[in-house]
C-alpha cells in the first residue's frame, strides 16, 4: 500500500510538472507599480530567467519568502542572469499599501498589480505565495506553493539548473 501511494504521489508530481512546463505567460493586462498598464507577457526578458512571486500584503508567508530571496537577489542576478518579478493580488483598495511596502523593505524587484486576480486566475494561482520559473524562452519551466524558512535554498538549485551553472 505504501508503494502505490508513493507510487501515484510520484505521478501526480510529474504531471504537474508537466503541466507547467507547457505553459507560457498569459497576455493579460496589469499596472506597473506605478499605476502604469502593461501586458504580463512583456515582463520575461528574452535570454534571462525571470522568477514570478504571487504574494500579498496581507500575507506573511510571502513577505517573508520575498525577504529570503532579497538576501540572495544581487548573487542571484549575477551568478544565474535571472530577474524577479513580484506580483501583487491585492484588490485595488489594498493595492495601496503595496508601494509603500515595497519601499519600506528596499526590494528591488519589478513589482506589478493584479487588482482584479486576472492573471492570478490566467496563471492557476489560488494562494499566495505561488513561484515560478520562466526559462530564457518564456516557459514556466517550474513552480512551487506556499513558503517555508529553506524554501530559497531549492529555489536557488533550481535557478542553477535552469541556467546550466
Known sequence: MKNILLFSFALIA???QANAQSQTLPSVQVKNIDGQPLDF???A?????TVISFWATWCAPCIKELEAINDHYADWQKN???KLVAVSIDDARNSKKVKPKVLGYGWDYQIILDENMDL????NVNNPPLTFIVDRSGNVVWSHQGYTPGAEEELEKQLKAF???
Open 120 to 123: 492570478a486566475r490566467a496563471m
Open 45 to 49: 526578458d528574452s535570454g534571462k530567467l
Open 80 to 82: 544565474y542572469n535571472m
Open 41 to 43: 507577457k512583456t515582463v
Open 163 to 165: 541556467s546550466g551553472k
Open 14 to 16: 510529474l504531471a504537474f
